[in-house]
């Protein structure tokens, strides 16, 4: 009698990444969710983010802050994928790693994310991508460097409820008061991908969230129409929909995971 060993298909792996001054702590709502119903998951504190010990100033290109990404897919065995999930300024990251490491790659989910094919190339590029906090006055905490340009900012924590978590619950804004570090914007705005890769064979999908302050509503459009996903899928929510409409969320992603034959 010939014996076959039988293996059940592995769970979707989903990785998640933050924006500028996040951590992992950001994905904790939606890493609690997806784990209770059998997924991967796996949150990445980019370089000077969360538990990172680099300093915002010391990170300078963008190599150096998606470091922990890269390190991550380098060691994924060449047999597994996973789905990458950005938020915000993250979307940079996933976009870059997609290019680098397209075969290990499910799918792409930026949640109101800068999604930019090729980083910031064009000034068509930073007015779709980099946020435009001017319209709520002087708002951000930057940091010089010798040459006069900035190298760090972090919004005032006056600010940052109603800016960032404006439809979040007063627990997480706060939370997210006493966690959030100046992130590294010369690193992030230097942010540019090769032309020559395999990114177009990873689907990527958009998450529009209505009621943000910080990628407006406008922007996301702008990136969608330039690079259009093969889905988009709307949140009314603010900037940060892992705290104010968690559930929701996480419904999403289990259908975007579903929309490439992960379930």
């Given at each position: 009698m010939r014996i076959t060993e039988m293996t059940s298909k592995q769970p979707p792996h989903f990785v998640f990444v933050h924006g500028i001054?996040?951590?992992?702590?950001?994905?904790?709502?939606?890493?609690?969710?997806?784990?209770?119903?059998?997924?991967?998951?796996?949150?990445?504190?980019?370089?000077?983010?969360?538990?990172?010990?680099?300093?915002?100033?010391?990170?300078?290109?963008?190599?150096d802050y998606n470091k922990p990404l890269t390190d991550f897919l380098s060691a994924l065995p060449e047999n597994q994928k996973v789905?990458?999930?950005?938020?915000?300024?993250?979307?940079?990251?996933?976009?870059?790693?997609?290019?680098?490491?397209?075969?290990?790659?499910?799918?792409?989910?930026?949640?109101?994310?800068?999604?930019l094919r090729l980083g910031f190339l064009t000034d068509q590029d930073r007015e779709d991508g980099v946020p435009d906090l001017s319209d709520f006055g002087d708002v951000q905490e930057v940091e010089f460097g010798s040459d006069q340009l900035p190298i760090s900012a972090v919004v005032k924590k006056e600010f940052q409820r109603k800016i960032i978590y404006n439809m979040s619950p007063l627990e997480d804004s706060t939370l997210a008061a006493m966690l959030l570090r100046p992130g590294p914007?010369?690193?992030?705005?230097?942010?540019?991908?090769?032309?020559?890769?395999?990114?177009?064979?990873?689907?990527?999908?958009?998450?529009?969230?209505?009621?943000?302050?910080?990628?407006k509503p406008p922007q996301q459009e702008a990136m969608i129409r330039r690079w259009p996903p093969s889905d988009v899928y709307v949140l009314e929510s603010d900037h940060s929909p892992f705290?104010?409409?968690p559930f929701l969320l996480f419904g999403l992603l289990v259908k975007a995971a579903a929309s490439v034959g992960c379930n």
């Open positions: 001054g996040g951590g992992a702590w950001c994905w904790y709502k939606l890493r609690c969710l997806m784990e209770n119903s059998g997924y991967k998951v796996t949150c990445i504190d980019l370089a000077s983010g969360g538990i990172d010990r680099s300093d915002a100033s010391s990170v300078v290109s963008f190599d789905i990458l999930v950005g938020h915000s300024a993250g979307g940079l990251n996933v976009t870059q790693v997609s290019h680098r490491f397209a075969k290990k790659i499910e799918l792409a989910v930026y949640v109101a994310a800068t999604m914007i010369r690193a992030i705005l230097s942010a540019q991908f090769s032309t020559t890769s395999d990114i177009d064979k990873v689907p990527h999908i958009y998450i529009k969230t209505i009621h943000d302050n910080v990628v705290f104010s409409t």
